[in-house]
């Protein structure tokens, strides 16, 4: 009786063997410290992972969330007691870490791997020159395979720019092209990108690696609802006309009130205090302003930056020149064609109200957009 055991379960494993199942094939991968544990502290990323930045630069942080906050940057965990934050910057550098793998990702095979992201909506701190800097921007989420700490050989997956203050669940699907046993979770630039950034992604709770047949995934995305039974005559409603489309406007005026050399002035797109960086309550009006020229492909725009008089010519050249920048930026990252967007900082050169109020300064401090060409 146990030599016919024996030999019934030899003859499985070589049918297992010869049709290409190995043992243990899919058994998840389990990341070290996945959840990102430490001593909270700034500039040091969590053990297990290794920092993956650029030299001169600093290491990434453990944060706390909102009992201790560095950075000003208030997030609770999603779970335990810190979580990872990485951060793009103006200088063309940006953060990474990355992970040995107990068991490689080999090729052919896929994987699912889901992991928590967030933005803060505040993450200030001073640069090499002493500066406050705030890395508010959206920024996007990278994972990549490679076979040393930071070699970054295969983009394994990608999302867009991440805005939202709380944590969602991200899932990614991937296939390696070869094997890799190094694992780096990056933020990056949405691109196409005319100008570097500050911008910063929160991340916590990554899951296991979990292998999964490529032909289940295929099968499970290519499937299809059984059809819907024919309705009868009399179940047959006529559907409604669609609604129109409302009309593009550009700070409130449509495309036939507009032509060539108009300045438009532009409300609702607001600063934190002397710097370039976006206050959260500015996107509606930037998006406007996105879905004006994406159905006008035919209109060129300079976005003017001006300021206040309340700092010297450098001052105000240099703040009004970022700003502008950075609202082009934007626009050309959501899928404007970089030659259909110019800036240009004014400074405090062109009041339109008098400094001495605060109404006035604030009429001042603003962002226009001057159309240059209308060639439809």
Known sequence: MNVRHTLASLFLILFLLEGGIVLGQYEPIKLDNPNFEDVPAPGSQPSGWYDCGFPNESPPDTHPGIDSAFFNVTTRPQKGNSYLGLVTRDNDTWESVSTHLPRPLEPGTCYTFNIYLARSQDYYSPNKRGEKVYHTTPAVFRIWGGNSPCDKAE?????????????????????????????????????????????????????????????????????????????????????????????????????????????VSVDKIYFKA??????????????????????????????????????????????????????????????ISIDRVRFKGYGKRKPVASNATLQGRKKNQRVEITILEMKG
């Open 155 to 263: 983009m394994l997956a990608s999302t867009s720019v991440i805005t939202h203050p709380r944590w969602v669940r991200y899932q990614f699907t991937f296939e390696p092209k070869k094997k890799v046993s190094w694992f780096i979770l990056e933020a990056f630039y949405q691109t196409p990108v005319l100008f570097p950034y500050n911008g910063n992604i929160l991340i916590d709770n990554a899951s296991v690696i979990r292998p999964v047949p490529c032909d289940a995934i295929v099968l499970e995305e290519e499937e299809e609802a059984p059809p819907k039974p024919e309705p009868k005559p009399k179940d047959v409603v006529k559907p409604a006309p669609p609604k129109p489309e409302p009309e593009a406007t550009l700070g409130g005026l449509s495309r036939a009130q507009l032509k060539t050399g108009q300045v």
């Open 274 to 335: 002397d710097t370039a960086a976006l206050s959260q309550a500015s996107y509606p009006t930037l998006d406007e302003i996105y879905q004006f020229l994406a159905k006008n492909v035919d209109v060129v725009v300079e976005i003017g930056g001006h300021t206040n008089g309340n700092c010297d010519h450098p001052y105000c050249d240099r703040l009004s020149q970022d700003r502008a920048k950075t609202v082009a930026n934007y626009l050309i990252q959501k899928g």
